[in-house]
């Protein structure tokens, strides 16, 4: 068995298998993977669980996070019965602060951003999971791509939202030889700036999708499988983010964080190549109103 089929039979028994939408947009046909419907709101939950699952129970976890990985950590440990600290930047939007509380999770806040954040919970005792460098993180995501091809196997394109690559790492490993495109805010980019730099580089982050896409830099195992896979990197702006967060809410009545609209963003400025392509809306954890 692969890693990605390993990871699928670990987390069977607590996570979703998310659901498919099969659409249309102005006349042209695409796949919804509706993975904001997963447990705390986000892909992330897969692979922390995975994670913790995968070697044996440790006594406490400690990660750092922007939010989404950190709901998914206090998650997957509150299933395991395994105390969780969560270090997060001081801009942690209140919305995931309180879920990683009411998950029953210590939260501390630290740093002005995710770098600063994850260095402190490094010192910290316990086992310390990344949020994306990691490969059994990385496997965790990748049941998402496999639930795709399994789901749906006339797609030949699969779109991912890019923060430090773990999701993207993982869909690459699971495709299953289906074009893979990655989605990236374009003052967030640090995935595309790796890509073109031949090795990850520190990068700027300031988009209203860095809550959860804001990691400063690719992780570097992640960057390894994405740059040996090859994937068209595309980059939007946070208006078009923003118009295709609120197109998924008035067609399809599809409530999404920012993050997750990026690859809708990306499809509907005619960058994603193929005949039909499967979108991973990836989260929902915001406070937002519709325009």
């Keep these: 068995m692969t890693d990605v089929e390993l990871a699928a039979a670990r987390i069977e028994p607590y996570a979703r298998r998310t659901p498919l939408l ?7 046909p695409l796949v919804l993977k509706l993975e904001h419907l997963q447990r705390t709101g986000s892909f ?47 801009s942690v939007p209140e919305s995931k602060a309180r879920r990683i509380v009411q998950a029953g999770a210590e939260l501390v806040r630290a740093g ?34 496999a639930e795709i091809v399994a789901d749906a ?25 289906r074009k893979l495109v990655t989605v990236e805010p374009a003052n967030c980019c640090c995935l595309h700036e790796a890509l073109a730099a031949g090795t990850p580089v520190d990068s700027r982050v300031d988009s209203v999708a860095s809550s ?18 090859q994937p068209v990197s595309v980059l939007v702006n946070d208006d078009k983010i923003i118009e295709a967060r609120d197109l998924l809410w008035e067609m399809f009545r599809l409530a999404v964080e920012p993050a997750a609209a ?22 929902a954890n915001t406070d937002w109103s519709p325009a």
């Design 262 to 283: 990026a690859t809708l963003a990306a499809w509907l400025a005619g960058e994603v190549p193929g005949e039909l392509a499967c979108l991973i809306l990836c989260g």
């Design 153 to 177: 196997s006339d797609v030949d394109t699969i779109v991912v939202a890019v923060g430090g690559g773990g999701l993207a790492a993982g869909t690459a490993l699971s495709a299953d030889g």
């Design 44 to 90: 992330k939950f897969r692979g922390a669980l995975n994670a913790l699952l995968a070697g044996g129970k440790p006594d406490r976890v400690v990660t750092a996070s922007g939010g989404n990985h950190g709901m998914a950590v206090a998650e997957a440990a509150s299933v395991l019965d395994i105390p969780a600290t969560v270090y997060a930047p001081e």
């Design 212 to 229: 959860a896409l804001g990691a400063t830099r690719a992780g570097q195992l992640p960057f390894e499988i994405l740059q040996a896979a």
């Design 22 to 28: 099969r659409t249309e947009i102005d006349g042209k």
């Design 112 to 145: 002005e951003n995710y770098a600063e954040a994850a260095k402190l919970a490094q010192e910290q005792p316990g086992m310390y999971l990344p949020a994306y460098d990691h490969p059994d993180v990385i496997a965790g995501q990748g049941t998402v791509g």
